[in-house]
């Protein structure tokens, strides 16, 4: 990695180097969107005579488990290199989300860029994975996701129905299915006329965000950051690849029982016997101008 400052989504990198070690200072948010490029960045670093690298998250807002993928990775790659990688002062927001997922467990982490490029020793650790007595390894407000923005209703209903219509990318990005159960529960609330369910639906679909990585898709990382910069009250202003708009007006989009979804509510239908988030049997839609139903979740 060469030295100088470089923007991976919403995500800035600066390099230098220090003591024979590289140090890539993180900014802003490490999160799905930026997984690729912050990938191709990292391991693009890497050689047998850079090996050893510390990355410092004193600066990172907001952090995911497929950002911290990332890292884990390259720390992979350092290893078959001969060297490591370090984790430096993250902050209470990123602290929280590596003690969700268990890295902290894993991952050598410092409280400051200093003791991880001068400790002799793989990570300064407590058996029980907190820093080592008398340092802190986080920084700012403690950002626990309880704290929550109260949503404008349309915009909820908007960016939720975003989630649902690229519900085809979230399952190929999630193969295990860890997040089926929180897409079902979403469309289950899509589906009803309560603004508090659906609210707590979103935020239990950005939880499992939080715990579980996904495989990167532009669809799931637009959607997931858009639903995920309206509810948190610590997110940025969206961008405009994460708040695409909608081109034409989309009359039904995942059937639930004896109802569709639709953008304007929920609409009765007489057709039975569809099992949940399954599409519907199609019909002829030509000269009824109506859309044709998108694809519901598979199993």
Avoid at 43 to 55: D, E, F, K, M, T
Avoid at 100 to 110: M, N
Avoid at 262 to 275: E, Y
Wanted: proline share 7%.
């Amino acid at each position: 990695m060469d030295p100088g400052t470089g923007s991976v989504g919403g995500l800035s990198v600066s390099s230098r180097s220090e003591r024979g070690y590289v140090i890539a200072a993180l900014s802003g948010e490490l999160d799905i969107a930026c997984a690729p490029a912050l990938r191709e960045k990292l391991l693009g670093s890497l050689r047998p005579a850079a090996s050893r690298l510390v990355i410092d998250l004193s600066r990172v807002s907001y952090a995911d488990a497929s950002g911290l993928a990332v890292l884990v990775g390259t720390g992979r790659r350092a290893g078959l290199l001969g060297g490591f990688l370090r984790l430096a002062a993250p902050t209470a927001a990123v602290d929280t989300v590596l003690r969700i997922t268990g890295l902290h467990r894993q991952l050598d982490i410092f409280p400051t860029v200093q003791a991880a490029i001068t400790s002799p020793g793989r990570g300064q650790r407590r058996p029980d994975g907190k820093a080592a007595a008398g340092k802190d390894t986080t920084a700012g407000t403690v950002h626990t996701g309880r704290a929550r923005r109260a949503a404008d209703a349309a915009e909820l209903r908007q960016a939720t129905a975003a989630v649902l219509m690229h519900a085809g990318a979230w399952r190929d990005a999630d193969p295990c299915r860890r997040f089926t159960p929180a897409l079902h529960a979403l469309a289950r609330a899509y589906a009803g006329t309560s603004h508090a369910a659906l609210t707590h639906a979103a935020h239990s679909l950005l939880s499992v965000l939080t715990r579980q990585p996904l495989t990167y898709s532009p669809a799931v990382a637009a959607t997931a950051s858009r639903l995920r910069r309206l509810l948190d009250p610590t997110a940025g202003p969206p961008s405009p690849e994460t708040n695409p708009r909608t081109h034409h007006r989309l009359e039904r989009l995942v059937p639930i029982g004896q109802r569709h979804v639709t953008m304007n509510g929920v609409q009765q239908i007489t057709q039975s016997g569809h099992s949940p988030l399954r599409p519907a049997r199609r019909a002829s839609y030509s000269g009824s101008g109506r859309e044709p139903p998108l694809p519901g979740f598979g199993q």
